[in-house]
């Protein structure tokens, strides 16, 4: 007889099994659902070399503990990278993060307790979701292309705003540069937390790059380093590679400092060998070697979904060709087709995208799929985009 | 003018400030407070060549994103090294952590609402104190060496019984087979939850390894795999180095599910190199290379500080010569001795050790030192501890 164990958190019962269910999908399955890199493009070669030098070099620095923090050099880096003419940041500006989530995990524990408002563009990424779900927050959802937008009375209140401005994740939408001001300025009048979330700023395929919302809140602000509202984070896992788990916040420091306290609750520090790896790479230019090859791959795979996108999707669905990031986000025309319906038809017949109720804090938007094109080759984007076709038939014909 | 900021989360007021103290003394300082192992143990070289080894020989693996729950080679190694003829574990008992700190973060996460139960041993490790801060649980101590204690009434309505078993933190106390049954037949009888948290285990300086917990309780299971209410944590920082920042977990299938759901919005996943480092190294044989080495250091290295402890502290402090761990716990005699403010004073002389109080869940116990041993040499250790006696006698005369 086995007593009843204590019960799990609440939270638990809430969570997706969007990612077990790919997994249980077969062998021959074409994954466009994921926000994965095209294994290709990893630098291997000068990753492994600088993998052993870093070890060899400083032993005592990759092998032992790292201050909570990260290493002083690489905060320093990234103070010296992201600073500008308007934005002075020192070293008390920037946390080492174990990858970008972290970054998530640990504002949520700094910030929220329950029935607190997170005022997040919809639709929101799912890995957001995912870290603030254990303190059940009260989401206000707004939409970047909502004309009607009054950002003040979208932040008034609320813990903290949260925005992915380039490329976002689901949607692959640029926020303009006048949104992006109105926003900040809302942060800065209202003192509500704005972050910027921004893995793939550097992923950008046409057009030139826009400036970072911390950049024009750097600019509002004093003489001294940045003490704004907005907490800019960024990773490494789209600039050289995921498995380092190498991320970054940057802020002003009272937020660095609690943000530090709860790292050291989580996982006491980011390792000094991954610190160590992106240290030198990041010295040694190997973003900036590496990007313009990955960059030209990218926009090939892109215009090659957006190809076979043109050829068998479009009677059901309508989308914009994202001028960067990872994903393009269509949208059914029919109100009522319902695509977490259309995920088991297309896994069904071979493919998989995540459907648009992932990225509804409440989970009801049902009408919408994210679509990758970095991870497949053109050819394979080409039949999975005809697969998913099939599903969609099969789905207005009454299937699933 | 700066508009009110939103107020961060209230357990940011109750965090240690202890680390901080350190970091500020100055460069003479030794330090004798926190847990980190001695640098010239590291296997720089080996580390080096199976660190590119692993980047070129599987770079997908390397550098992509690895599955939430780990490397299924390394859970199944993992599981294999773990089993015992009354255990049986498969891949489904194991999650790889991001080091022994992430395994308490996900425990709290999936077991804890404000106001629940912890039954954990006193003095408790700080760093699981830390990482349950958040979720302002109410604990119930229990003294391991308690002659009059009662498993049952001490684990019945917690959500989990928390102990270090071997050369526990901060006490350096092994604790006996005898307990050791007691608490798991207990934990089987009332369903509650029993966290074995296993650091130093590998780190026995005389006598023989006693019994896991979680091996008695598969013995007291049915014939599946592992079922039972022991979770077991271990990690690679003191079996070979902590810079890998590579931990695990061992428990029954739905534990390892909710915590696996947990990590996935804490860090997404544990990094595939420093994952691939480790298992090759334990499939290498590494640890078992270089640990009778270690074990013959730091047992010098706690003899050492005995002796400098029995010349130079014995006037104040009680203490008994740990069998393992990194550890000496050195009670003081006069229950009116503030180690707190000999904290001060010791900072002064040129020496930290860790105060008691950061081992009190409540704050309040000021009685206690914890010294370490393992990353200074003999000659640091004696003249640490002379300084040591230099503030403890300044305490008594009325100083700080």
Redesign the interface.
């Known amino acids: 007889m086995?007593?009843?164990?204590?019960a799990?958190?609440?939270w638990?019962a809430t969570?997706n099994n969007i990612?077990a269910g790919f997994l249980a999908a077969g062998p021959n399955l074409i994954n466009m659902a994921?926000g994965?890199?095209a294994?290709e493009t990893?630098p291997?070669?000068e990753?492994?070399?600088i993998?052993?030098?870093v070890?060899?070099d400083n032993?005592?620095?990759?092998?032992?503990?790292?201050p909570?923090d990260g290493l002083p050099a690489l905060r320093d880096l990234l103070a010296a990278r992201f600073s500008t003419e308007g934005l002075r940041l020192t070293r008390e500006n920037v946390l080492v993060t174990?990858?970008g989530?972290?970054g998530?995990?640990l504002l949520g524990?700094?910030?929220?307790?329950p029935g607190q408002v997170i005022a997040a563009q919809f639709p929101t990424y799912l890995?957001a979701i995912?870290?603030?779900?254990?303190h059940a927050p009260v989401y206000r959802s707004f939409a970047p292309d909502d004309n009607a937008l009054d950002p003040e009375v979208v932040l008034a209140g609320?813990?903290?705003g949260y925005m992915v401005p380039n490329f976002s994740n689901p949607t692959g939408r640029l926020v303009g540069v006048g949104l992006r001001r109105r926003m900040v300025e809302a942060a800065?009048?209202?003192?509500?937390?704005l972050v910027e979330d921004d893995p793939y700023g550097t992923l950008q395929y046409d057009g030139v790059a826009l400036p970072r919302m911390i950049t024009l809140s750097g600019a509002m602000g004093d003489e001294g380093p940045y003490d704004g509202?907005v907490i800019y984070m960024g990773t490494l896992s789209k600039e050289i590679?995921?498995?380092?788990?190498i991320g970054w916040v940057i802020a002003g420091p009272a937020m660095i400092r609690?943000m530090a306290?709860?790292k050291?609750?989580?996982?006491?520090?980011?390792?000094?060998?991954?610190q160590g790896i992106a240290l030198r790479a990041l010295q040694g230019g190997l973003m900036e070697r590496t990007q313009p090859g990955v960059i030209a791959l990218y926009r090939a795979r892109r215009d090659a979904l957006c190809d076979a996108m043109a050829t068998h999707l479009a009677p059901w669905f309508d989308w914009e060709t994202p001028v960067g990031g990872m994903f393009v986000w269509a949208v059914a025309r029919d109100p009522a087709f319902d695509t977490d319906r259309l995920l088991g038809l297309a896994l069904k017949a071979g493919v998989c995208v995540t459907p648009s109720s992932v990225f509804d804090p409440a989970g009801g938007y049902r009408r919408a799929i994210r679509i990758n094109f970095t991870l497949n080759a053109p050819d394979r984007l080409a039949e999975g985009v005809r697969r998913l076709a099939v599903a969609a038939a099969e789905l207005q014909a009454g299937g699933a």
Do not use: I
């Open positions: 086995t007593p009843v164990r204590p799990f958190a609440p638990l969570t990612t994921g994965l890199p294994p990893f291997a070669e990753l492994a070399e993998a052993a030098a070890v060899r032993p005592g620095q990759a092998l032992g503990y790292s909570v174990t990858a989530m972290q998530l995990d524990k700094v910030l929220l307790t890995g995912d870290a603030w779900r254990m609320a813990q903290f800065h009048r209202t003192g509500t937390w509202p590679v995921p498995g380092l788990r609690a306290a709860a050291q609750g989580s996982d006491m520090c980011t390792g000094g060998l991954t």
